[in-house]
């Protein structure tokens, strides 16, 4: 079998028609924090050009020149991203009998092919985007011999609520009075920073139980309403759900949790946070930037295919959209 024709069921445009049709897969961080999504044709990203500060403007007269932004530095900040890369050896034996198949059961196995490689790629984005909302990207990078160094990306320290004013979780005598004053002194930070009209709300899975537990006690002709709505407590309006999702750290092995159990999360959605894919570093992807890539290499040594998948994922957050409290004491 030539290598031409393995690259034909992997065009960049049957890649993109089967991604569109796989199923969606449930990655809450990305989808409902990164949900917007920008395609750079660039290998670096400049955080000036996808995460402009936005504060409200005053008027001016009719006639008079218009107001100039200006950030008062000359200091420009770029962030390069590395790429998430992957590959898969099909021998010249599974290619064989992939050549006795008609067309229509090859691009079945191409497009099978095509979703396991995207469900591993998408775990590692949904992986980094969730170290993301601590306000740095600290990623392992795999060089060669199997050895490790990290990767970082600081973007600054998001808000963190001092609770000393504030009832911890597990303290005695606590309700969900206790609570709704904890959500209320998140927003206003937030607010603080000019943000907070469409925000999420994510409890580590012991802070989740104290809400459930407080919430069961809580009297119903009481004027705080506390509902259940789908798998989420309405708290007088604030919306909380449990984030007791983990991911593996590719070096240590170990499993970390995208939030904190004694930890609750508030982020403004409208704040800008962003997914950015960057220009691809290759030449039959045209050196553009794609969510995802797979192109096929001829191997001779053992003899196949190598398939190898690429992308370029970067996400970018506004700390200042961001705030963290630590609800319940060791």
Known sequence: MQ?????????????????????????????????????????????????????????????????????????????????????????????NDLKALGRGSQSVWAQNTTDVMRRRYLKTVEAICSVALTGSISWPVHLAGGRFENYLIEFGTPLQLDMSGLKLWNASGVTITDIFNTFKAMRKMLRNEGYGADIELWAGEDAFEKVVALAQVHPEKSSLKVTVESDKLNIAGFLVSERSETYRNPHTEQMVPVIRSDEVIMIAKDAGHRLVYCAVDDLEANLRAMPFFIKPVKSDDPSGIKLISEGKPFPVVNVKGICHATVINA
Request: charged residues 20%; negative net charge; glycine residues 2%.
């Open 3 to 95: 290598n031409d024709f393995i690259k034909t069921l992997f065009t960049p445009e049957l890649i993109i028609q089967t991604l569109q049709n796989l199923p969606k897969l449930n990655l809450p961080v990305m989808d409902t924090i990164f949900s917007n999504r920008t395609q750079l044709p660039f290998s670096s990203v400049a955080k000036e050009d996808v995460l402009a500060d936005l504060h409200e403007l005053p008027v001016i007269c009719r006639g008079m020149p218009s107001l100039e932004i200006n950030n008062n530095s000359y200091e420009v900040t770029v962030y390069e991203p590395l790429p998430v890369r992957h590959s898969q050896f099909i021998s010249a034996k599974d290619l």
